[in-house]
């Protein structure tokens, strides 16, 4: 079965980027992102690339390339869905904020419209792709759905979870890993992962498209990014225990990276993992594990939770704690606000969590990024519903420039590894700031000698203070 053409539910962080670079790379494939959202659709629509909504190196180029040739983006749900052979499925799933597994149970009131929405439109045979990372078993839920209309049309369906991480998507889609495709174990089925397959095959060696079952496929991209996230925990753990022993956390990390059984990445000690996936996912392993009676299994990743809200805790801690027990109507400023460097994503970002901490303490927060714009700041601010909108206004100022944002602060809090931050004129920022001037270097990337040189107190994760 050869796909001509294709249609993904969703133009988030997920489904923009990967949609468009399989346009670009099968130029013969026609494909159409949709979204609810119209001022997204504009936005992935407008001609100047620098609004495109998705904030990634490489990516405006690919979007440049195809779209308006066999990359599209509309509104008219119904009318991709119907045209489509293929329909990814790249919607939300957030944790659930109401209900039975509330604050742990993912939300899949979209995934199930999307399914609705799908039988109902459907003329003809689609193969239906779980883009989404989802809950393991979500794939019956969704062949029951689909399978209820009586239109008589034939659904297959596959899970196809995307692997990239913020930041380097596009690099990570040209040359992933691996791709995974889980589908049925039917004569069907197996037609459906091979026209999937085929389209991978366009530029991803064979090797490297791995295909499973539907349910190993689920709940290995749980399993992936709980894996991920816990060695950030497990390091984050033994950065406290450096600061108290003067060993280095870094210097532990390079130590124990070089053993081959470990590896390298992933072992930075930072003010704690943010982002929209490693979070949501094990908080989903905890809840399905749990559901299943599994309380061991449930509290050994809910451990993984625990120390990531630890760590954030703990970061904000050592600036109070630091600026002689008391912040009130102090100036701290931000630098960073993203939960990573080279994306305008804000998800999950430990800085919401530790400026929460700090307003609570009265301080006064200036907050710098290259990429997030003002209103998502207050936004971050206002879903925590700690205070009012308006008090997140009056405490919570955003500025353009990064020497303007220190002046007059006690201290600078790094909360993203953005490259920018280590080319700063240090000395400049010094001379705006209060003394003594400190800087909490939530990323461990800034050099702290040459900081102390110029008069700061530092104070970075995982080492000793001065
Ligand atoms: C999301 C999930 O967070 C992740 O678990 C999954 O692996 C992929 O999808 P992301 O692309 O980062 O990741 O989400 P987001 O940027 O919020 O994009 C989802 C889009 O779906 C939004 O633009 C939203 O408007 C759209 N949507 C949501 C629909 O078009 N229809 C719906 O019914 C619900
Ligand atoms: C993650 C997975 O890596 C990706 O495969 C999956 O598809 C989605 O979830 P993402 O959330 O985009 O990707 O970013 P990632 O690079 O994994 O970083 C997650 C968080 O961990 C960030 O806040 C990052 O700063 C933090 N982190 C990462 C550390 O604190 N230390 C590290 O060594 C690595």
New binding site residues.
């Given amino acids: 079965m050869k796909i001509k053409s294709i249609c993904c ?8 980027p990967t949609m468009a670079v399989i346009a670009k790379k099968c130029p013969e494939i026609k494909v159409t992102v ?4 119209e001022a ?1 659709i504009a936005a992935w629509n407008d001609k100047n690339m620098d609004n495109i909504p ?1 904030y990634e190196p490489g990516l405006g180029e690919v979007v440049a390339e195809a779209r308006g040739r066999n990359l599209f983006f509309s509104t008219d ?1 119904d009318r991709a869905i119907d045209e489509a052979d293929m329909v990814f499925i ?5 944790t659930k904020t109401y209900g039975e597994g509330k604050g742990q149970a993912a939300d899949l009131k ?1 995934i199930e ?2 399914a609705r929405q799908i039988a109902r439109v459907a003329t003809t045979d689609k193969i239906v792709v779980e ?3 989802l809950p393991v078993r979500t794939a019956s839920t969704l062949k029951s759905i689909l399978d209820h209309t009586g239109s008589g049309v034939n659904f297959q369906i596959l899970s196809n ?2 692997f990239l991480a913020e930041g380097t998507a596009v690099e990570d889609l040209f040359a992933p890993d691996r791709v995974l495709i889980g589908g049925g174990q039917t004569e069907d089925g197996k037609r459906a992962i091979q026209a999937l397959v085929d389209i991978y095959a366009h530029w991803v060696p064979k090797d490297r498209i791995l295909t499973t079952n539907v349910w190993s496929s689920e709940l290995s ?1 749980l399993t992936a990014n709980a894996f991920l996230a816990q060695r950030v925990s497990s390091i984050n753990a033994l950065s406290e225990l450096c600061e108290f022993t003067e060993a280095d956390i870094n210097e532990v990390s390079r130590a124990i990276g070089t053993d081959s059984r470990i590896g390298p990445k992933f072992l930075k000690a930072s003010v704690g993992f943010g982002g ?2 490693f979070q ?2 094990i908080l989903n392993l905890v809840y399905i594990s749990r559901s299943y009676g599994l309380n061991e299994v449930a509290d050994y990743w809910e451990q993984v939770i625990i120390m990531n809200d630890h760590q954030k805790r703990r970061f904000a801690k050592k600036i109070i704690k630091n600026l002689y027990n008391t912040v009130s109507g102090k100036k701290i400023t931000f630098l960073g606000w993203a939960f990573k460097k080279d994306t305008n ?1 804000t ?1 999950e970002s430990a800085a919401i969590y530790v400026a929460d901490l700090l307003l609570y303490e009265q301080a006064h927060i200036s907050v710098y990024d290259p990429k997030v714009k003002a209103e998502q700041v207050y936004a971050d601010m206002d879903y925590l519903n700690s205070r009012s909108s308006d008090e997140n206004r009056k405490y919570v100022e955003i500025v353009k420039d990064p020497y303007e944002a220190a002046k007059g602060a006690h201290a600078i809090a790094l909360m993203t590894e953005w490259d920018e931050f280590k080319t700063y004129d240090w000395q400049r920022i010094y001379d705006n700031m209060l003394k003594p001037a400190h800087v909490f270097d939530g990323r461990n990337i800034l050099d702290k000698q040459k900081l102390r040189d110029i008069g700061f107190q530092v104070h970075a994760i995982g080492s000793a203070n001065e």
């Avoid at 539910?9 to 923009?16: D, E, L, N, S, T």
């Fill in positions: 539910i969703g133009a988030g962080y997920v489904g923009g949709v979204d609810i959202n997204r998705v749900v790249s919607v939300n799933t957030p979209w419209l999307c883009k989404s990372t979870p995307e991209k929209s996936c949501k996912d994503d998800r």
